[in-house]
């Protein structure tokens, strides 16, 4: 397993599958070079906070695409789990299907939690890459029922482009 990259170092690159409503294979370094990339990985959809998070992310979608961000959540769910949770709460923006781990496993956010049976998901992370795909901010809640500070993300993102 890989350490969580720093701010100031190039991002790990990975392939995963999207989830946009159809389901395609999807590369980072594909989605670099048209201003900042938002990664916010959560443990899996359908849950409580991850609901709360992707539609707290979606309620500031419009301030992160003014400062020419784009956003993708990702987690260990399949892509059509993804779908059905992206029209459940009326995400408008994507979602990666990490089932193999890659993101997972390169960004170094594994977790398990026994409780609810989710074994080898990801913790909740954000990390926010400028379109050259360097690293400049990071966040990983110390418990995955914490959330991220949207405001201090709309702030490094506008630090990133």
Known sequence: MAAEPSPDE????????IANGDVESFALDDALGDGPVVLAFFPGA???PCSN??????????EFEEA?????GISADSAFSLNAFREEHDLSFDLVSDM??????AYDTEIDL???????VSNRAVFILDEDGTVSYTWEADDPTTEPD????????KNAA
């Open 10 to 17: 190039t991002a790990p690159s990975f392939e995963a599958t």
């Open 53 to 62: 998070e992707m539609v707290a992310l979606e309620e500031h979608l419009s």
């Open 100 to 105: 193999g781990r890659e993101a997972i496993d």
């Open 68 to 72: 020419g961000a784009t956003v993708y």
């Open 46 to 48: 359908f849950t409580p």
């Open 114 to 120: 026994g409780d609810l049976g989710l074994l080898g």
């Open 150 to 157: 949207y405001d201090e993300l709309v702030g490094a993102v």
